[in-house]
């Protein structure tokens, strides 16, 4: 029997057994974070004490009742409420990945031409700072009034919403990324004789898939967050913003139904992260840098 045969069955079980180890763990951590969370509000409760902020059923409902609520109905002999948030989590995240994409390739492109022509990096880049001080509740309304007019469907304008807070991180990593390459290995392609875009493509290009990437992971959770903002000046009903807004109406008589949407909200956040983690595996293994 061959080496390689031999390997691979080995691969198998310890790909298996790194499976179960993390399913584990993410057990263990959500057991301790259930535990940390009713210790907290049994304590706080116990003793009475009102700082950081007075807890009770309303502030702190016990999470089995959060989870309890999402198999309820959402209303009167309505669909149960997990079908409606998934339903809404479906349609933010459309506009959420509409966003994420536009936003990311604007801020890819930008960042390379930003680094590849230092004239324009100083010129430029304070005002791309600057853009991210203004804030997102601003800026929304301002955005869904003005496409709006143009005739812009309105999911359309959230997802411009959500690029706005995606294309910086993606600019100022790229733009670092492409600054990391190795001196030497430039000076090496320099010598013969590679042009500018051929170096940027070949060298600076692979060096910057790391900082590219972290860029995306945090981005990609901040379109989820642009899109639910999104959602509220946009009067969208269809989307976890107007379930957030709805909820909040009964926030003091019904608060698990408002949790409940945040527990969604967050898994969908979750969710965008894990698929940005997948491409970086997948495309970080397949960089020539790592099949020489």
């Known amino acids: 029997m061959s080496a390689i045969a031999i390997e691979q069955p080995r691969g198998r079980t310890l790909a298996v057994r790194q499976g179960i180890g993390r399913g584990v763990l993410l057990l263990l951590v959500l057991a301790a974070l259930w535990g940390l969370w009713?210790?907290?509000?049994?304590?706080?409760?116990?003793?009475?004490?009102?700082?950081?902020?007075?807890?009770?059923?309303?502030?702190?409902?016990?999470l089995h009742d959060i989870v309890h609520a999402l198999f309820q109905p959402a209303r009167f002999q309505g669909p149960l409420l997990i079908s409606v948030l998934l339903k809404a989590a479906a349609f933010t995240a459309k506009e959420a990945a509409v966003g994420f994409a536009m936003g990311a390739a604007a801020g890819f492109a930008l960042g390379v031409v930003l680094a590849h022509f230092r004239i324009l990096q100083r010129g430029l880049l304070p005002y791309v700072v600057a853009s991210q001080t203004v804030p997102i509740l601003v800026v929304a309304p301002m955005v869904v009034i003005y496409l709006g007019s143009k005739g812009v469907p309105g999911w359309f304008s959230v997802s411009v919403i959500a690029a706005y807070l995606t294309f910086f991180p993606v600019t100022i990593n790229t733009i670092r990324g492409m600054h990391s390459a190795d001196r030497r290995a430039h000076e090496l392609m320099r010598s013969y004789a590679a042009g500018g875009w051929r170096v940027l493509?070949?060298?600076?290009?692979?060096?910057?898939?790391?900082?590219?990437?972290?860029?995306?992971?945090?981005?990609?959770?901040?379109?989820?967050?642009?899109?639910?903002?999104?959602?509220?000046?946009?009067s969208i009903q269809d989307g976890l913003g107007g379930q957030i807004l709805n909820y909040s109406q009964y926030y003091t008589t019904q608060p698990t139904g408002l949790w409940a949407t945040n527990v969604i909200a967050a898994l969908l956040g979750i969710s965008f992260f894990l698929a940005v983690m997948i491409a970086e595996k997948v495309v970080v293994r397949r960089a020539p840098e790592n099949l020489a």
């Open 201 to 234: 493509w070949k060298l600076r290009f692979p060096s910057a898939l790391p900082f590219i990437f972290a860029a995306l992971k945090v981005s990609a959770t901040a379109s989820i967050v642009g899109a639910v903002i999104g959602e509220l000046p946009s």
């Open 38 to 62: 009713e210790g907290y509000r049994a304590l706080w409760i116990h003793e009475r004490w009102t700082w950081p902020f007075v807890v009770d059923n309303t502030t702190m409902p016990h």
